[in-house]
Structures are given as structure tokens and as C-alpha cells.
């Protein structure tokens, strides 16, 4: 073991060395498979003989390993049996003897163990974790407390069900009353301690934890044993809300320490308790309103305390909407003194923000767009004034209006003054708007008492317009203002200020160029009642080819990878123009292509800022669906050697984009042959290893399913087929890529004639059929059916009713009535998107027409089949699912990371196999049969005559007339 644990040490210590990072990695992914890996690590890990960046690194690997292999998707453990126990055995102990670093990591793997196991599975972890608290060591608690915080925390976002409620009642019932006692411990231990510095950083540690706890187990309900202490919880939480101890500060103005989070906790627990539990908490909320509002009006200007501030603010914005709360702030003098005192010197600008502006321009824009995570003074500020106003409205606005024109006024007189001007104009859309932003429209409801065009016009265009003067900060209110109530302003303002806008572009200055890149694109993404867009694409293509060149340059000023990818604004803003100059690209296409493969080559070699390469590759994805169609073999020799190149140097968050981006290329030209370039990537992407990356799946079936019509004759005689199949059979395995593996096989089966896959077809029924008995699904049994309608329409290729009851009966005889009458018949109805009843309806109209063993076998079966037919013409489908509407859905809501994102603009467009029918199906099912009857000689005719009830009949015959 000792010399395992040596070599896996020594490349864990190669995987921090950029130099010799990937080997190390993929040699690690070898390791992994062997037995007991996990616990290797969990060794290396534990050991104070290898170094600390070693054993974090092996906590990190673990962390890694856990998420990937403990579970499958049905929820069944990968890892062996004793291997499991060992590890839930294990853990808990080490954690708690671990340094702080390592025990995040270790943590995070306890929650995704917990995810899956917790409790029912590990029944015993409470009562191990309350077993190991000591009410006077802290050091000794952290590690315990920071194991119960990664399992509890999972509660927060989850919506209420019986299993979460017996799960928090399981740790309630064991956890409940020992963590409350453990508070009077610390308690005692802070007060003994208050000159100890080591100690009291200790304490507070643990302190911090413990107010993490309680959100925790109060984030649903509050726990009885905290109801019936609820005085003294509240009086504990405003003795360290008003704490202080000079060893507890920190030198350094930016940075919070433990006093800082203590309070910043327990002031996300009292906005808690107040938004939730008011009926128990309402006695307590008095004496915390005073003492916030003495803090806020004392406390410094210091960056280290932003996250306080902000969350004290957010505080008292739950109690001002409370009715019972909000008359303490409703006096005209006291609301002015909550301006001046508390808003204001909140909303400013300081001087870190100016240095921000300067110095990481692009982090001055993320935490200043609304919606951003960020906790600042600002925000906080601003939500705080927008409840007084939504409360009082009338004399709000008219204390704000107040403190603006007193600003304002600063300005005229000199121009040096124009942070007052800045204020003035962050005061006044603080109250202008009303509701919440969205991020696709922006504010869409305003304060009637102000007029959003005025105050534009008067104070804030001039600054657009003029060349210079204008210090950059107000350019940008400026153009935030614009970006902020662009659904307020109308079509033709847009006309008149777009121009302006496009202009910023060529500013010289980081943050106005970007705004402008945010609001131009928001602008071109606006569309009116109507669903039209508030900018005509007419007015945006001309400007198109410079525009893009010149974002293009801002984007590759600085060649670095890092620097590239940094300002996700400006990629966003080329894929919207893309996207509304659709096929105007075509003029230009080289220029645009070029552009394209110069940054795909450079990030690649780093990816590091997801949202960059997600826009990347929905603007590449625009480009390939209005360029490629005009020229198809061009678009596919250029982009395939960097595409192939992202392949060949394993870049992981790159795949899937990959993928569906050839997908795209090889769909704009359907009718060629496989380019031999592409014929090569056939067998690469077969390969298991690239199915075992859950975010390539989706994409990778797509690839796939756009190669094989192409590429049929090259697969044939590379005897592809059957790994094909194999992947199909290892999709079907599990819930989650069921529908991607029936989306493979119906590839197959409409780009191979039935000669080819007959030898095939008898495991392909029977992997489903076996698959349909042992976990039978919704999804699975509508796949099967419209799988089944797939094959009995299409007799263009080969294929037929007959042909796949051929293929059931030679799985097991007279199983094909079974299914039939159980499944593919009641489900059939159920099918909702369009085009699966169309397919179905035709399927079921050539049994009638063309079946033998219909005709002769199944005589029964021959009228439920028709009365099927007549049921899906005549009775409204089920409402259409939404993914039938392709909707360019927006993105600031999409979750990133290494999984699956797809790309919106080259969304698989649904095509139709039958276009033949044409509109009317009733007519074209009474066409079909009328002509099948005189072929067969009166067959269809006779059959209805004695296989019908007389209402069945006489709707058929209404077809047929």
C-alpha cells in the first residue's frame, strides 16, 4: 500500500505543476480505476507526512472522483460495497482533524455522499456527529459543525416534500437540542477567552458556523425546540450583533474578518426570521431595528464592511415591508434622515469604486449590472429606498426628488462635482423603477410621479452626445440609464439613440465601450406587443461588417488567452448582431470566419471564463446557420481542422459545443456525401471513452445522427453499424439518455435499408422489450410507441408493420399482440408534439392499407387499429409540449459548468418526412385508402364493412367520399 500511495502522491503533486498538469491528470484517471483508490487518497489525505498542497490537492481528486463515481443515475453505488462503508466510516473522523482548506474539499464530497445516501442509507451519521461535539473545544467542533453545515445546507434551495420534512425531522429530533446547548458553551468559552486572540479566532470560527446552522435548520420551518428558546436565541443574536473586541479586527481595509461574517450571519438569520416566522419573532424585531440603524449610521466607509452593510440594508428592507413595521420609518423627517444618513452615504461613490473603474474595469461592470451576485453598498441601498417607496411612494419620491435637484445643482455650478451628478442620477432610477429587472427586458413598470424621458433628455444626453467633457462615469449612467428602462423608451427614441450608442463602441475607455456593446445588444434583443423588434434588422445590416470588426479588435486587443476571454459583454453582443443580420453575414463571411477560428484557437488553450465560450459558440452557431447554406463545402474545410484540433487536445468544456457545432455544418448540406476529413472522425467518436462524459451525450448523438445519412455507404462498409447499436444499447440503459438512444436508433433505421439491420433487429427489440418490463417510464413507453410508428411509415425505405411484428414474434411468439393491445395502442393517444401524430396517423393508415398479417392474422386488431386512426384525426391533440417552440431562450439564468449546454442557435430544427400529405390529413388518409382499396381489390372496403361498428364506419367513409 505504501508504495501505491507514493506514486499516486507523486502525481498528485505533478497535477499542481501547469508544466506536467494534463499527463499527471490522465494518469490519475488510470489510477482510478484500480480498486481502493478512494481510499488512497482519502490516506494521502489524512497523513501530516506528505506536504499540505499534496494532501489538498488528494482532498480536491477525492472530492472529484466522488462526484463522478458513487452513484449511477438510478442511484445504485459504482463502488464496491466495503469500499462505501470505509468511506462513510472514515470520513467524519478525518474531517474533523483536517486543516480548514482541506476540509472544504472533504466537505463538498460529504454533501454529494449525503445527496444520495442521506439519511435513510447513513442512519447513523447524527447521532456520530452529536457524539463528537464538545461544548468547551472548539477546535474539536469546527470540523464536526462544518460536516453537519455541507449536509444541511443542501436544504436551502429544495422545495417542500415529505421526504425533505422526515429528513430535517430525523436531524432535528437527534441534532436540535445539543446545538442549542453547544451556543452556551461557546458562549462562556468567547467570555473567558476575550484576551486570548488564538482562541477567540477559534471561537469565532466555530461561532460562524453555528450561525450558518441555524439558517440552515430554520430555512423551512422553525424547529420547535428554537420556538420554545426564541428569547433566548434573539438575545444571544443581539449580544454578537453589538460585540465587539479590538483582537478581532483586521489591519487591512478590505478585508472582513470573523467580526464582519458573525454579524453579516446573523443578519441573513433575522431576515430570515422575519420573512418567515414574524407570528413568533414579531416581539424580537424592535430591538434589532435600533441596533441596525445605530450601525449604519456609525459605521465607515471601509470595503471590508460592504458585505455587512449590505446585508444589515437587506434587513431592514424585510421590515419595512412588513405593515406592523414600516409606519417607524414613515414620517417625512425620519424618511429624510434615512436618506441622508443611510442611503446616501451607501449609494456614493467611494474611492475603491473609482480605483475599481480604473484598475479591473471588468469586475467595476459585473458588480455594478443589476442581477449580479455581488453583495454591494449600492445594491443594497437601493432595494432598502425602493420598499419606502413602494410603502409611501408619494413622499419618498419627494424627499429623493429633493436630494436630486440638490445635486444636480452641484454639477452645474462645476463640472468637477461629477460624483454629485453620478448620485443624482443612480437616486433617481433607483425610484423611477418600480418591481424588479428583469434580465430580458429590464425595468418594465415606472414611478408615475417621474417622467423617464424628461430627466433623459434634460440631464443625461448631453452627456451621450458630446465627443469629451463628459467624465467616463457619466457616460456610462448615461448609458445604463438607457440600457436600465429600455422597455420604457419607445421605437422611435431607440432610432434616435442606437446611433449614439453604436458610437460608444469606438470609445477608448473599457467600462463605456463595454456598456455600450451591453446596451446595443439588450436594444437589438427588445421586441414590441407584437413580437416584432423594436430595431428593424434593415437598420442594424448595413453598419453590421464594421461593427463586427471593431468588437472583433476590442476582443483580441490583448492576444493572451486570459485576456481574450475576460469580457463575455462584447462576445454576447457579436452573437446578437449575428443572430438579427441572420443571412446579411453572407457578404462578409470570410472577415467573420476568420475572426472565429482565431478565437477558438487562442482560448483553447485556457479555457477560463465559461460565459465567454458559451456566447463563442452560439455566435459560431448563428454564423454556421445563416453562412453555411451559401456555402457548405467552404464552411466545412475551414472550420474543421480547429474544430478537430479542440477534439485532438482533449479540451473537455469545448466538446459538446464541438459537437453540435459539425452537427450544424453537416445538417446546412444534407444531400452530399461525407467529406473523407469527416469520415475519419466516425471511429474516434465511437469510442466509449467519449460517452462517458455525460455532457457529451446529447451533443455526441446529435453529431452522430447528422453523420449517418451522409455517411451511410462508409459506415456499411466499415462494419460501423453494430458499435453504433452498442451505443444505442447503453443509452437505453438508463432513465436519463433513454430518449437520446431511441433519437440514435431512428437515425439509423431511416438512413439503412432493413437487408442491413434485419440481422441486427431481433436484439434491438429485444434490448427495448427487456428495458419496458424492468423499469418502465412515461417517456420510455411513448419512445417505444413512436418508435414503433417510425418503422410502419416508413415503407419508403423498407420498412413496415410487418416487418417489425417479424422481428417481435422471433423474440418470443405471440408477443407482438400483447404489446399491441397494452401499449402501442392506448399510449398512441397520449403522443403531443405534431409531427409524432402525423407519423403515427400515416403509420396507422398503411397497416390498414398494406398489412398482411393485419389483413389476415389479426382480424380483431384490424378494426382497433382504425378506430385508433379516426380517434387521433378526430379527437384535439393534448397541448403542444414546449419544445416545439424554438425559443432563443436567454442565458443569464443557464447553469455552466462541464455538463451539457445546448446551443440555441443551431437548435435540431423538427423536419417533416411526409411533406407529400400535405395540410389535411383527414383527406389524405381517405386519398391513401381509396387508392389501397382498388389496388387490393376492394380489400379495404370489404374490411370495413365487417370488421366496423356503424359510427366507425360511417366516419371512415366520410374520409373516403
Not at 257 to 263: D, K, P, S, V, Y
Not at 323 to 347: D, W
Request: glycine share 4%; net charge negative.
Amino acid at each position: 500500500m505504501a508504495d501505491g500511495l507514493g506514486a499516486v502522491a507523486q502525481l498528485l503533486e505533478a497535477s499542481l505543476d501547469p508544466r506536467s498538469n494534463k499527463q499527471a491528470e490522465l494518469a490519475l484517471r488510470q489510477e482510478e480505476k484500480k480498486p481502493g483508490f478512494s481510499l488512497s487518497l482519502l490516506h494521502i489525505t489524512a497523513s501530516a507526512s506528505f506536504p499540505y498542497n499534496t494532501r489538498l490537492a488528494s482532498a480536491l481528486c477525492f472530492k472529484n472522483f466522488i462526484k463522478r463515481n458513487w452513484t449511477d443515475e438510478d442511484g445504485n453505488y459504482k463502488l464496491q460495497l466495503d469500499e462505501v462503508t470505509t468511506i462513510k466510516q472514515e470520513l467524519i473522523s478525518l474531517m474533523v482533524s483536517v486543516p480548514a482548506g482541506i476540509q472544504t474539499q472533504l466537505g463538498e464530497a460529504v454533501s454529494v455522499i449525503a445527496d444520495s445516501d442521506f439519511w435513510e442509507r447513513w442512519d447513523n451519521l447524527v447521532d456520530d456527529l452529536v457524539s463528537r461535539l464538545q461544548p468547551n473545544n472548539p477546535s474539536a467542533n469546527i470540523g464536526v459543525l462544518q460536516v453537519a453545515h455541507s449536509i444541511f445546507k443542501r436544504w436551502r434551495p429544495l422545495f417542500q416534500s415529505n421526504e425533505l420534512y422526515t429528513e430535517i425531522n430525523h436531524v432535528l429530533e437527534r441534532f436540535g437540542t445539543p446545538f442549542l446547548s453547544l451556543f452556551e458553551g461557546l458562549d462562556a468559552y468567547i467570555e473567558e477567552n476575550k484576551s486570548n486572540k488564538e482562541n477567540l479566532v477559534v471561537g469565532f470560527t466555530q461561532f460562524n458556523l453555528m450561525i450558518k446552522l441555524l439558517y440552515d435548520l430554520s430555512c423551512h420551518d422553525l424547529p420547535p425546540m428554537f420556538e420554545e428558546n426564541i428569547s433566548g436565541i434573539a438575545s444571544l443574536l443581539l449580544k454578537y450583533l453589538t460585540y465587539d473586541n479590538q483582537l478581532l479586527h483586521t489591519d487591512d481595509d478590505t478585508e472582513a474578518g470573523q467580526l464582519e461574517f458573525a454579524r453579516a450571519g446573523i443578519f441573513e438569520v433575522l431576515t430570515l426570521y422575519v420573512q418567515k416566522y414574524m407570528d413568533v419573532f414579531q416581539p424580537q424585531v424592535g430591538q434589532f431595528v435600533g441596533s441596525s440603524w445605530s450601525f449604519l449610521t456609525t459605521i465607515g466607509q471601509e470595503t471590508k464592511y460592504d458585505i455587512l452593510v449590505s446585508k444589515a440594508l437587506q434587513f431592514l428592507t424585510s421590515v419595512a415591508g412588513m405593515p406592523e413595521h414600516a409606519s417607524v420609518f414613515q414620517a417625512e423627517g425620519t424618511l429624510s434622515q434615512i436618506i441622508e444618513k443611510v442611503i446616501l452615504p451607501n449609494v456614493s461613490l467611494r474611492e475603491s469604486d473609482e480605483e475599481l473603474f480604473e484598475d479591473e474595469p471588468i469586475e467595476f461592470i459585473r458588480r455594478d449590472l443589476e442581477g449580479s451576485d455581488s453583495e454591494t453598498r449600492r445594491r443594497a441601498a437601493t432595494d432598502f429606498l425602493r420598499r419606502l417607496a413602494e410603502k409611501f411612494e408619494e413622499s419618498v419620491t419627494k424627499v429623493v426628488l429633493q436630494y436630486t435637484e440638490h445635486y444636480l445643482a452641484e454639477y452645474a455650478k462645476d463640472a468637477s462635482n461629477w460624483k454629485a451628478k453620478d448620485t443624482a442620477t443612480y437616486l433617481y432610477s433607483a425610484i423611477a423603477a418600480k418591481g424588479t429587472a428583469t434580465a430580458s427586458h429590464g425595468v418594465t413598470s415606472t414611478n408615475p410621479l417621474v417622467s423617464i424621458t424628461d430627466f433623459f433628455q434634460k440631464h443625461l444626453a448631453a452627456d451621450l452626445v458630446s465627443q469629451d467633457g463628459a467624465h467616463p462615469i457619466l457616460k456610462v449612467d448615461a448609458i445604463k440609464y438607457l440600457y436600465l428602462f429600455r422597455s420604457i423608451i419607445t421605437k422611435e427614441q431607440w432610432q434616435e439613440v442606437l446611433p449614439l450608442l453604436v458610437n460608444h463602441l469606438a470609445s477608448s475607455n473599457y467600462v463605456v465601450y463595454t456598456y455600450a456593446a451591453i446596451a446595443v445588444e439588450r436594444a437589438l434583443y427588445l421586441t414590441d406587443a407584437q413580437g416584432q423588434p423594436i430595431i428593424a434588422p434593415a437598420g442594424i445590416t448595413p453598419l453590421a461588417k464594421d461593427l463586427l470588426e471593431h468588437i472583433f479588435q476590442l476582443i483580441q486587443k490583448d492576444p493572451v488567452p486570459q485576456k481574450v476571454q475576460e469580457n463575455e459583454f462584447l462576445m454576447k453582443c457579436v452573437m446578437r448582431v449575428l443572430i438579427v443580420i441572420k443571412d446579411g453575414v453572407v457578404s462578409f463571411t470570410d472577415n467573420i470566419l476568420q475572426h472565429l477560428i482565431n478565437i477558438t484557437q487562442i482560448i483553447s488553450s485556457n479555457p477560463s471564463n465559461p460565459r465567454f465560450y458559451y456566447f463563442h459558440f452560439e455566435a459560431m452557431g448563428a454564423f454556421i446557420r445563416f453562412a453555411a447554406p451559401a456555402n457548405p463545402d467552404k464552411l466545412e474545410q475551414s472550420l474543421y481542422t480547429p474544430f478537430a484540433a479542440v477534439l485532438q487536445g482533449d479540451v473537455q468544456e469545448f466538446m459538446p459545443y464541438i459537437f453540435q457545432l459539425f452537427a450544424a455544418l453537416l445538417e446546412a448540406n444534407p444531400s452530399a456525401t461525407l467529406p473523407s476529413y469527416y469520415q475519419n472522425l466516425i471511429a474516434p467518436i465511437l469510442m466509449p471513452v467519449m460517452w462517458e462524459s455525460k455532457g457529451n451525450i446529447p451533443a455526441l448523438v446529435r453529431l452522430l445522427s447528422s453523420i449517418i445519412p451522409r455517411g451511410s455507404q462508409y459506415i456499411l462498409e466499415n462494419n460501423q453499424i453494430m458499435p453504433i447499436l452498442g451505443i444505442f444499447q447503453k443509452l437505453l440503459s438508463t432513465k436519463t439518455n433513454e430518449s437520446h438512444g431511441f433519437d440514435l436508433l431512428e437515425s439509423v433505421v431511416s438512413s439503412f435499408p432493413p437487408t442491413a439491420l434485419e440481422a441486427y433487429f431481433v436484439s434491438i427489440m429485444q434490448i427495448i422489450l427487456t428495458r419496458l418490463q424492468s423499469s418502465k417510464t412515461e417517456n420510455l413507453t411513448l419512445r417505444f410507441v413512436r418508435f414503433y410508428h417510425f418503422i410502419c411509415a416508413h415503407d419508403n425505405k423498407g420498412y413496415s408493420a410487418d416487418f417489425f411484428i417479424q422481428a417481435t414474434e422471433n423474440v418470443q411468439a405471440g408477443l407482438f399482440t400483447s404489446i399491441y393491445l397494452s401499449i402501442i395502442l392506448p399510449e398512441t393517444q397520449k403522443l403531443a408534439r405534431p409531427l409524432d401524430r402525423k407519423t403515427a396517423v400515416i403509420s396507422l393508415a398503411k397497416t390498414l392499407a398494406n398489412s398482411e398479417a393485419f389483413a389476415n392474422k389479426y382480424k380483431k386488431g384490424w378494426g382497433f387499429t382504425c378506430e385508433a386512426l379516426l380517434k387521433l384525426l378526430e379527437l384535439p391533440p393534448l397541448p403542444v409540449s414546449k419544445d416545439d417552440i424554438i425559443a432563443e431562450h436567454d442565458v443569464e439564468d443557464m447553469a455552466f459548468g462541464v455538463g451539457f449546454t445546448a446551443l440555441n442557435t443551431v437548435r435540431a430544427q423538427p423536419k417533416d418526412p411526409w411533406p407529400e400529405t400535405g395540410a389535411d390529413l383527414k383527406a389524405w388518409v381517405g386519398q391513401y385508402l381509396k387508392e389501397a382499396d382498388k389496388t387490393h381489390g376492394g380489400r379495404v372496403s370489404a374490411f370495413a364493412q365487417e370488421r366496423l361498428g356503424d359510427e366507425a364506419r360511417a366516419v371512415l367513409g366520410s374520409y373516403i367520399a
